[in-house]
């Protein structure tokens, strides 16, 4: 055994000088001979080996990025959501009000301008001081996609584009152009017979209910009118219900400035049972703003007067789109100084009772 052993270690002591003499003579290169063999496996083992050495570290390196991306901060919960996003809005509402209030223009206006504008208020308090100063029959403006029950039948001249297009979008969507506009613009004088021929026919309790006082009419504005339905035979029109397709009409109409001015449920603050079929202009953004919180022009009013230039109310539209408005109470006895930003586009309302809303286009 032992010298089986003896002879085992002579074999390995053997094999390791050679393995020794090898990598000895491997590594001794002399420059001024071409390389041997030896040299030359040992250079290639050694680029080899560094290659693979570098593009471990390098996959490495790279893993590490790959792994342990730079550090995002935590997903917010809703409510942190909610409260980022609006807080997010108010420093974008304060930047804009700075904006808005950096360059004002001021408009001088009389107390008189109170009556005038698409947001005028006319309800059984509140007079209408217009007599049909602008409006034109519908007749020969409008376009095909709806009828009017004759010429008579008029509107103020800037709201004719904005009752042409909503029509056109309905027609284009369900094909019906049976839609009649049965009334727009009422003077004071018909609105004078339609009263008495209602109070004699009903009593004036009833009367009061359903047709205004002559003076007290909204259609006196040229912004209101009725619909009805023609009928094929010619015969007189049916009731406008608003319901079926023609619910779009009631739905989509403040895309157009315009609003179901007689609401369910608000008989005590419009005076007037539910009219699904009496519709008033009042501008986008009022439209907008009354139909998504579902109020009348009168709460509308209420909610305008809160507000002013330092604290605008922000409207959002339906495409995205921005506006400011606020309240300016008029002086009676004097000029009343409207400020306007100089930067935006902007259009400014009497109330017909105490002031002025101005509404600016933000984008
Ligand atoms: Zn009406």
Redesign the pocket.
């Known amino acids: 055994m032992v010298l089986k052993n003896n002879t085992l270690h002579s074999n390995e002591n053997s094999r390791l000088k050679s393995v020794g003499r090898f990598f000895r003579e491997a590594f001794t290169i002399d420059f001024n001979k071409p390389l041997s063999i030896k040299n030359q496996f040992m250079v290639m083992f050694v680029t080899l080996f560094i290659s693979t050495v570098l593009f471990g570290v390098l996959c490495f390196i790279n893993n590490t990025q790959v792994a342990e991306p730079p550090k995002q901060p935590a997903k917010p919960t809703a409510v942190q959501s909610q409260k980022q996003t609006s807080r997010q809005e108010s420093s974008q509402k304060v930047i804009l009000n700075t904006e808005l209030m950096k360059k004002v223009d001021i408009i001088s206006l009389p107390y008189e301008e109170i009556h005038n504008g698409e947001l005028i208020l006319v309800n059984k308090e509140h007079q209408c001081t217009h007599n049909g100063e602008s409006v034109v029959s519908l007749l020969n403006v409008k376009t095909g996609t709806y009828v009017v029950a004759d010429a008579s039948v008029s509107v103020d001249q800037g709201i004719v584009d904005n009752v042409n297009h909503m029509f056109d979008d309905f027609y284009d969507i369900y094909g019906e152009s049976k839609v009649m506009i049965a009334?727009g613009y009422r003077s004071s004088e018909l609105q004078s017979e339609l009263y008495e021929a209602e109070t004699d026919r009903e009593g004036e309790d009833t009367a009061d209910i359903w047709v205004a006082p002559p003076g007290y009419s909204?259609?006196q504005t040229g912004y209101?009118f009725?619909l009805d339905l023609m009928v094929e035979d010619g015969g007189i029109g049916i009731d406008y219900d608003g319901k079926g397709n023609y619910s779009w009409l009631n739905e989509n109409c403040c895309q157009y400035g315009f609003i179901v001015r007689y609401l369910e449920g608000k008989e005590n603050i419009t005076g007037y049972e539910y009219?699904p079929w009496?519709f008033r202009y009042v501008g986008v953004p009022a439209a907008t703003y009354i139909m998504e919180n579902e109020l009348t022009l009168e709460e509308y009013m209420d909610t305008v007067q809160k507000y002013s230039i330092q604290k605008p109310l922000m409207i959002k539209g339906i495409n995205d789109e921005v506006w400011y408005t606020y309240y300016v109470p008029a002086q009676e006895k004097d000029k009343t100084e409207v400020p306007v930003p100089q930067n935006y586009s902007y259009t400014i309302s009497g109330d017909n009772f105490s002031g002025f809303i101005v509404t600016v286009t933000i984008s």
């Open positions: 009334c909204e259609h209101a009725d009219e009496h």
